[in-house]
């Protein structure tokens, strides 16, 4: 245990921080205990504070100190834990992560100089030869906004119930025709569906990104970028739809996650049904192709929980546990 009394944490306790104020604060709660999501804008960034240590984050306006902050919040949370040391691990991360500045500067050369930071850090991350992200479209936000305006009744209850009778259709249709189903599959990795394979995939996962997006915007949060993310060179489309993290609502978030599955398996019911009544062809072809990319791939790597894409933020948000690791 740390001795509060240490004269690096008593003198680091006398200086006077300020807290940026473009952040944006929403309260929330998971598993009976309120927290609140911190907004940085700047970077596309979310973290999460407990009450006592908002309260204490809140206070620092440039005038007051770390100790007269921890004093006060002592009248206000008499029962909280916070100790000096705590206190000053707080601010030094408020301030390793720019949320926080020494109160010497003005607030407007704070916040330029931290968008500096964070425009610096977006084009080193570009020049990642490893994982980089080439952003497309510009600003979507507002493209999408017109898209959710026609498209958002997609996400309705009434749309979820007819794509659960949808995507029954689809599995009994290929249930039902089992063994011509997997006699199919002998021609999926055939030299020239190759073509093909690919084709489908890449529009299927641009459905997928797309899907995300506008979820996202029905339920009111912003679309920063879109664009295509190359891992070890190979290209993934992504969507920022990290906005969603300050949804109030637990059941927004887990409709935003799994967007881009629903849309998917909507595609892939579809394709189960013509498939079914079709005969050897190209469009017979295609169609396979699409139950194979959206349908079983897309279960097996999408909803998997054990990997971070959807199905790790759907049951985080199901089992309202933040970070699913310290369980695994």
């Keep these: 245990m740390h001795d509060p009394s240490d004269p690096a944490v008593r003198e680091f306790g006398a200086t006077r921080l300020a807290l940026r104020g473009d952040l944006i604060f929403t309260p929330q709660a998971a598993g009976g205990e309120a927290y609140y999501m911190v907004e940085d804008p700047l970077n596309s960034r979310f973290f999460r504070l407990g009450r006592a240590e908002y309260t204490l984050a809140s206070l620092l306006d440039g005038r007051t100190s770390i100790h007269e902050a921890l004093a006060h919040l002592s009248t206000v949370f008499p029962h909280h834990h916070l100790t000096e040391h705590d206190a000053a691990g707080l601010c030094r991360w408020l301030v390793e992560m720019d949320l926080a500045q020494t109160a010497e500067s003005s607030q407007a050369h704070r916040l330029a100089r931290t968008a500096d930071k964070a425009e610096r850090r977006r084009w080193l991350a570009r020049f990642n030869p490893l994982a980089f992200r080439l952003p497309l479209f510009g600003c979507p936000d507002r493209a999408l906004a017109a898209l959710a305006s026609w498209l958002?009744?997609?996400?309705?209850?009434?749309?979820?119930a007819g794509w659960l009778a949808l995507v029954a259709i689809g599995a009994y249709r290929i249930f039902s025709a089992g063994d011509r189903f997997?006699?199919?599959?002998?021609?999926?990795f055939a030299p020239d569906n190759w073509v093909w394979l690919v084709a489908c995939w890449g529009a299927l996962k641009g459905v997928h990104e797309l899907s995300h997006g506008l979820a996202c915007k029905r339920y009111g949060g912003a679309v920063r970028e879109?664009?295509?993310?190359f891992m070890l060179f190979a290209p993934l489309a992504y969507v920022d739809v990290t906005s969603s993290w300050r949804f109030r609502a637990r059941w927004q978030r887990i409709v935003v996650a799994a967007a881009g599955m629903y849309v998917e398996l909507a595609i892939a019911a579809i394709a189960a049904i013509v498939w079914s009544e079709t005969d050897s062809g190209w469009?017979?072809?295609l169609c396979?192709?699409?139950v194979v990319m959206a349908g079983f791939t897309t279960l097996v790597f999408n909803a998997n929980p054990l990997m971070k894409f959807d199905g790790y933020y759907i049951l985080s948000d199901a089992l309202s546990l933040p970070n699913l690791y310290t369980n695994g």
């Excluded at 958002?152 to 979820?160: D, E, K």
């Excluded at 997997?182 to 999926?188: M, R």
């Excluded at 879109?226 to 993310?229: A, E, N, Q, Y």
């Design 152 to 160: 958002g009744w997609l996400y309705s209850p009434a749309a979820f």
């Design 182 to 188: 997997a006699a199919s599959s002998q021609g999926i």
């Design 226 to 229: 879109m664009g295509v993310l």
């Design 283 to 285: 469009l017979n072809n």
């Design 288 to 290: 396979y192709n699409a």
